[in-house]
């Protein structure tokens, strides 16, 4: 069973507010990522880190910044949040993908469901 | 860009079987195969790693084409079970991103 967190898993703010969503993974995961996914639709990158103090854009652009400190934890955080920030954010690690010798696969979280009113 | 899969959504009897298509604009290393059910997080199916390569997951199956850049999941004598929408995810060259495609949803009826 994966042993991948995220808290909050439900969140509703108004309009300006500063947001962080945590993510924290047990397994000693180098590789860690978010998808920003609205309801039924699909999954979009919008971050990933190769391990300690690297952190890259993904294929979607985003506003929020993340950071990555430690191993296990690599929050979210949204400076001044939008209705347009609406969605659910799900946070995945993984051992490596396959093209670096891992065994490819994504843990993915339960995910932060947020709300900007 | 994202790979795009087809049918975008199907409905099937249980016992019936299905094809999900999955492709993409540039080379590929790996294709995976996810299933997400409402409400719930991703779970990973299987990876396909060479051009050519089948794998199987109880009823589930998958092909990989690596000169197409192409992947097909097969589902045979669907049951209850399989209903959810179904991701590829693939991995190109040199960078550790997975791209997750557009999304097949499958509804498994009685």
């Known amino acids: 069973e994966a042993d991948i967190y995220q808290t909050p898993r439900y969140l509703v703010i108004g309009t300006g507010k500063k947001i962080t969503l945590e993510c924290s993974q047990t397994m000693g995961h180098d590789k860690m990522y978010w998808y920003q996914q609205d309801p039924g639709m699909e999954l979009h990158l919008i971050h990933y880190?190769?391990?300690?103090?690297?952190?890259e854009k993904g294929d979607l652009s985003s506003e929020s910044t993340v950071s990555r400190i430690r191993t296990e934890h690599f929050p979210l955080t949204l400076e001044s949040a939008r209705p347009s920030h609406t969605s659910q954010y799900l946070c995945?690690?993984?051992?490596?993908?396959?093209?670096?010798?891992?065994?490819?696969?994504?843990?993915f979280g339960e995910g932060s469901r947020l709300t900007v009113l | 860009q994202q790979p795009v899969q087809s049918p975008q959504a199907v409905i099937l009897r249980e016992g019936e079987d299905a094809v999900i298509n999955c492709s993409s604009s540039k080379a590929l290393y790996s294709v995976h195969w996810y299933r997400q059910k409402h409400g719930e997080a991703p779970v990973f199916l299987m990876i396909l790693l060479k051009g050519g390569e089948q794998k199987g997951h109880d009823k589930i199956s998958a092909s990989f084409n690596e000169k197409k850049q192409q992947s097909s999941l097969y589902l045979t004598a669907s049951q209850l079970s399989y209903s959810g929408t179904y991701f590829c995810g693939t991995e190109g060259f040199g960078n550790e991103k997975l791209t997750f495609g557009t999304g097949t949803r499958l509804t498994i009826i009685p």
């Open positions: 880190s190769y391990g300690v103090n690297s952190t």
């Open positions: 995945a690690s993984s051992p490596g993908l396959a093209a670096t010798g891992g065994t490819g696969e994504l843990f």
